[in-house]
């Protein structure tokens, strides 16, 4: 069949490399893509939210399966357009209904919906402008830190915590009076903060039954020891060692199994990935946020563990089959260390051009941010590469992508040097 898979990023490389490899793909078109993409399929220069264009290459390119990689067409209704088209309503498309993208577009709205559903998640309660004064007493009420979080999307960047009560005051003053965020924090989320330690965890739904998929933990800061700024993750590794059985069957029971009920109560068309952003307090599981999408750089180690086809399991997902779908897991260990630009996630060069990428190892190299110029790989992004590895141990994933990544450079290039350390 002919698939058509949106996105840009190391996400869409990673789902490009498997969905490219299956037996019953012919041809895969990305859109608009990057350089490695280009290396697994045809790259077209749509947008992803363009949604006019998409159906126009839908229909001249008789495409049989759409995969949406990122969340912003999502959150745009890309899924109900499909379903109100007359032409477009019969291709099987991977992912929610904007209703069903609003537990990313919306963290009020996911709050909710664990309360709703009884699904622990920290304690909160949200403000707009009209309603500031009470937030700045609800802040005086709360122990530091401060946890606030702009309600809508914010390109990753939508979560503050703040140690100090003046400091988070002013913050909220800035996120709602002078919209910090944008439309995006009209709304503020203020937050119980809750210590512990994180992981995610996947869930590929078609609105009736479910298939969990290896778990993950990124590492989201750009310095080592878990320092600096916040980006959009400097690596990952799958499975997270202490996601053990016990660990694991308080997720499904107190977790998905409600969320995934809670969907079908509220009759949510949810057909695709949830990425469930979890914290381990003691040994009980919360919610921190939903996801609506897979992760990145989570994918680069989730997916190449999957040993099922990923045709036949989307496939599946979209025409609410999955319940027959098998699912195989490569028990071995995954790293993924992403390599950036340096001054990444603030002011970075792009353009620069990258060496290296030729040399064959049992590595697998996703590209994030690249494009192609002149028959020559260019850096296009903060995040540039992501270098994957598989090994019994990760110890030895971890080693053979260091020693991959040595072989490759740009004109500064950074990457963290202790990802999977702290395991
Ligand atoms: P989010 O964008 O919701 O994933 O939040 C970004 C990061 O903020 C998370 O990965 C956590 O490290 C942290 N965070 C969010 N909510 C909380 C919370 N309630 N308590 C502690 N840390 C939090
Ligand atoms: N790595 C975090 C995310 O994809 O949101």
Do not use: W
């Not at 949106?6 to 969905?19: I, K, W």
């Not at 959150?75 to 499909?82: A, E, H, R, S, T």
């Not at 109100?84 to 929610?96: E, F, H, M, N, T």
């Not at 600096?228 to 059985?245: K, R």
């Amino acid at each position: 069949m002919n698939i058509l898979l949106l996105g840009s990023g190391g996400r869409e490389h990673a789902f490009a490399y498997l969905l490219s490899r299956s037996p019953r793909c012919k041809q895969l078109y990305i859109a608009p893509g990057n350089a490695g993409t280009a290396l697994e399929g045809e790259n077209v220069a749509i947008s992803a939210t363009d949604f006019s264009k998409i159906k126009e290459f839908c229909l001249s390119k008789q495409i049989s399966l759409v995969v949406v990689g990122p969340e912003e067409p999502l959150v745009k209704g890309i899924v109900d357009f499909f379903a109100q088209d007359a032409a477009l309503s019969k291709i099987p498309i991977v992912g929610p209904s904007q209703k069903g993208a609003t537990l990313e577009g919306s963290k009020e709205f996911a709050k909710e919906f664990m309360q709703r559903h009884h699904i622990p998640t920290a304690r909160y309660a949200s403000f707009t402008k009209d309603t500031i004064e009470e937030g700045l007493r609800f802040l005086e009420s709360m122990q530091a830190p401060y946890v606030l979080k702009a309600d809508g999307l914010a390109a990753g960047k939508g979560v503050v915590i703040l140690d100090n009560l003046q400091e988070a005051q002013s913050e909220l003053k800035r996120m709602l009076l002078e919209e910090k965020f944008g439309i995006a924090s009209q709304k503020v989320v203020i937050e119980e903060f809750l210590k512990g330690i994180e992981l995610s965890c996947f869930v590929l739904t078609d609105g009736q039954s479910y298939k969990i998929l290896p778990t993950a933990k990124d590492y989201k800061r750009i310095g080592e020891g878990d320092t600096g700024l916040n980006t959009g993750g400097m690596g990952a590794v799958s499975p997270v060692p202490f996601a053990n059985e016990a660990l694991m069957q308080k997720i499904e029971e107190r977790i998905i199994k409600p969320t995934i009920e809670g969907l079908k109560k509220e009759q949510i068309t949810y057909r695709g990935f949830v990425f469930i952003g979890l914290i381990k307090v003691g040994d009980d599981p919360f919610v921190i946020e939903y996801n609506v999408r897979m992760g990145d750089p989570e994918t680069e180690v989730v997916l190449p563990r999957l040993q099922t086809d990923l045709v036949t399991l989307l496939e599946a997902t979209a025409k609410e089959q999955l319940k027959d779908c098998p699912l195989s897991i490569d028990p071995r260990s995954a790293t993924t260390v992403m390599l950036v630009s340096g001054g990444y996630p603030e002011d970075y060069q792009k353009g620069k051009v990258i060496s290296g990428l030729e040399v064959q190892s049992e590595s697998l190299i996703f590209h994030a941010g690249t494009c192609l110029k002149d028959g020559k790989v260019l850096t296009a992004g903060g995040r540039v590469l992501a270098v994957t590895s598989l090994a019994d141990n990760f110890k030895e994933a971890l080693k053979k992508s260091y020693s991959r990544i040595e072989k490759i450079s740009f004109e500064n290039m950074y990457y963290r040097k202790d990802i999977g350390m702290d395991l």
